[in-house]
Nanobody, 119 residues
C-alpha cells in the first residue's frame, strides 16, 4: 500500500508560481507512472502532468510550457512546478500513482491540495 500526501498549494496572484510536492509513504520506484490531476470547481477531474519511471513526461496543451513535473526517487517525492499561473488554473490538485504503464486507472490517490489563482 502506498500513501500519497500533497503539499504546497495556496493562494497566488495571476502570473505567479507555485511548487506542489507529493510525498509517497512507499518507494515510487515501483510506480510506473506518477501524475498530477486537477479538479476545478464544478468541473471534471483532468490530467495536468504525468511522468514515467523512465522520466518521460506528458502534458495537455493547457499547461504545456508552464508546468513541469519531476520525480526524486531518493526522496520518494514527485513535484509539479507551476509558472505563469492563470485564474483558470484554480482547482484542487491531486497526485496519483500507477503500477502499470497504461493509465488510467491509477492505483493510488492523494487527498488533494487547493490552488487558488486570484488577484
Amino acid at each position: 500500500q502506498v500513501r500519497l500526501v500533497e503539499s504546497g498549494g495556496g493562494l497566488v496572484q495571476p502570473g505567479g508560481s507555485l511548487r506542489l510536492s507529493c510525498a509517497a509513504s512507499g518507494s515510487i520506484g515501483t510506480m510506473f507512472v506518477m501524475a498530477w490531476h486537477r479538479q476545478p470547481p464544478g468541473k471534471r477531474r483532468e490530467l495536468v502532468a504525468s511522468i514515467t519511471n523512465a522520466g518521460r513526461t506528458n502534458y495537455p496543451d493547457s499547461v504545456k510550457g508552464r508546468f513541469t513535473v519531476s520525480r526524486d526517487a531518493a526522496k520518494n517525492t514527485v513535484y509539479l512546478q507551476m509558472n505563469s499561473l492563470k485564474p483558470e488554473d484554480t482547482a484542487v490538485y491531486y497526485c496519483a500513482a500507477a503500477t502499470r504503464w497504461f493509465v488510467p486507472p491509477y492505483d493510488y490517490w492523494g487527498q488533494g491540495t487547493q490552488v487558488t489563482v486570484s488577484s
